[in-house]
């Protein structure tokens, strides 16, 4: 594995804001302060002492033809075809991908305004014929795609929508706001004359607090609020779904113990969407973004202390504002930690299609491009078949907890979930450079519990029947500081500090 800032001029030094992988190439697109949305071809040579390259192919809308302020946002559509870039002020472009003779070109194929403020996350639907969008305006807009026009208006968020996530497997999307709080819709289709069918979807959770055991035992509980409020600095909370559905991840966390307050991100299983079942292990800063590798690695065998029951390795990046983390479903601990790359805010992460690369934008004006060698991460898992998850009540045996495919180990003693500092020389098993087809299947409802009024979330403790299962979060400060390099050469805009460059890590 190797990787590093890339010291080329991505957006004229400005912002850059978002990036994302095609589905089927190793296109990078970004978007930037500059107004512009840029496709850039990542390779590499294969030896070990150089940096991947990105070579610039083309930009979508130069001298602000197109978006006339900054682009916040951009997503290719799982096809391939299509290319959605959301910015300031609230406009949304779509742009479709068109063989001409000199190559591939994404022209403008539609433009969506309805939002009156600025659009901050954007996530297509699973089989690319919908797109959510998140708003400064303090609401999400479902749009049709191929019609251009607004399918839902989902309301209810009290401050800027700054993320948003649709669950792989169609049945629910999630938001995330700077007013504290974490909105889980379902999908209710209306069932009468000619709207039967219709996709309809309906607020089913709100997640607001966590309930703390108060350590004088007389006293009631300690509630808390589960994220940061509206000071968080930065625009961005970017939630995400597993590749199959199985859970969703949840930045921006907040977790208060005693005095002690701890940045962390919150797992949430699929079974029961209500309330968090494991908390990641704190970080130094707050965390803004999470992204899944699309590829599934086979089990090493190696999940003693692990809390997923899964037939597959899931591996997901987590950024904080300084920092970027890399977890699986094997280990409690991250298996790969970068830090002290970037000057400014992390502001997106994206994996490449084949697990090839993982690429981070920051508020500096860079990007850092990190490339895993062949099966470095593991060996990819095929799917055989479709795959059905099944949703119902939890039942009450000591045995493990299921979430439809994901599953947390409790029994009836307390669980542990505490990382230990990791070095950046961590070994890594090597990632398989082949894409892997993810195949999902339907999604059986049991009855999920509805109400009107934000759900109280007890994140610490997993009811199971009459037994209470705690988890005790420790959290971990971790700092790898890479070595500093002279920045003799570097362009006159960069900050007059020393810049810390690439890093080849082995």
Request: charged residues 20%.
């Amino acid at each position: 594995m190797r990787g590093g800032t890339v010291q080329i001029n991505w957006h004229d030094l400005q912002p850059v804001l978002s990036l994302d992988f095609h589905p089927a190439s190793r296109r990078l697109a970004t978007a930037g302060a500059d107004h512009d949305v840029k496709i850039w071809v990542i390779a590499s040579d294969g030896s070990d002492d150089k940096l991947p390259t990105a070579t610039f192919q083309s930009g979508l809308s130069p001298n602000g033809t197109a978006h006339s302020s900054a682009v916040n946002v951009l997503r290719f559509s799982p096809s391939g075809e299509y290319l959605a870039s959301g910015a300031d002020g609230g406009g949304i472009i779509l742009w479709k991908l068109h063989s001409t003779e000199d190559g591939d070109a994404w022209k403008m194929h539609r433009t969506l305004l309805f939002h009156h403020k600025d659009v901050l996350d954007l996530q297509w639907s699973h089989d690319s014929a919908f797109l959510v969008s998140a708003s400064v305006d303090n609401t999400c807009i479902i749009w049709d795609a191929n019609k251009g026009t607004v399918h839902q208006k989902l309301e209810g968020h009290l401050h800027y929508v700054q993320g948003v996530a649709w669950d792989p497997l169609g049945q629910y999307i999630a938001s995330l706001s700077s007013d504290r709080t974490c909105k889980i819709y379902a999908n209710k289709p209306q069932g009468k004359s000619k709207n039967a069918g219709k996709m309809n979807f309906v607020c089913q959770h709100t997640l607001v607090k966590v309930e703390y055991q108060n350590h004088d035992e007389s006293k009631p509980p300690v509630k808390s609020h589960l994220f940061h409020d509206e000071t968080l600095p930065s625009f961005f909370r970017r939630l995400a779904w597993s590749p199959d559905g199985s859970f969703l991840v949840l930045p921006a966390g907040l977790s208060k113990h005693s005095s002690e307050v701890v940045n962390t991100a919150y797992i949430m299983p699929r079974r029961d969407l209500s309330r968090p079942a494991i908390q990641l292990p704190g970080a130094s800063k707050a965390i803004v973004a999470v992204r899944f590798c699309p590829v599934l690695f086979r089990t090493r065998g190696s999940n003693s202390d692990g809390f997923f029951k899964l037939p597959y390795r899931v591996v997901f990046a987590v950024a904080t504002l300084n920092s970027l983390y890399v977890y699986d479903t094997e280990s409690v601990p991250p298996i790969l930690i970068h830090a002290g790359l970037h000057y400014a805010a992390i502001t997106d992460i994206a994996w490449s299609s084949d697990a090839k690369y993982l690429a981070v934008s920051s508020r500096d004006g860079y990007c850092t491009i990190i490339e895993f060698e062949n099966e470095e991460l593991g060996q990819p898992h095929i799917l055989s078949g479709a795959k059905k998850v099944a949703e119902g009540n939890i039942t009450c045996e000591k045995k493990p907890l299921s979430g439809d495919s994901m599953e947390v180990d409790v029994d009836a003693s307390k669980l542990e979930m505490e990382a230990s500092p990791v070095a950046v020389g961590v070994t890594l098993q090597p990632v398989l450079a082949e894409n892997a087809t993810l195949r999902t299947g339907e999604v059986a409802e049991g009855n999920v519990p509805c109400e009107n009024k934000p759900v109280t979330v007890d994140s610490m403790e997993v009811d199971v029947g009459a037994n209470k299962v705690k988890k005790v979060v420790s959290p971990v400060a971790v700092k790898v500081t890479p070595p500093l390099v002279s920045t003799t050469n570097s362009a006159s805009s960069k900050p007059t500090k020393k810049r810390i460059t690439p890093i080849a890590i082995n």
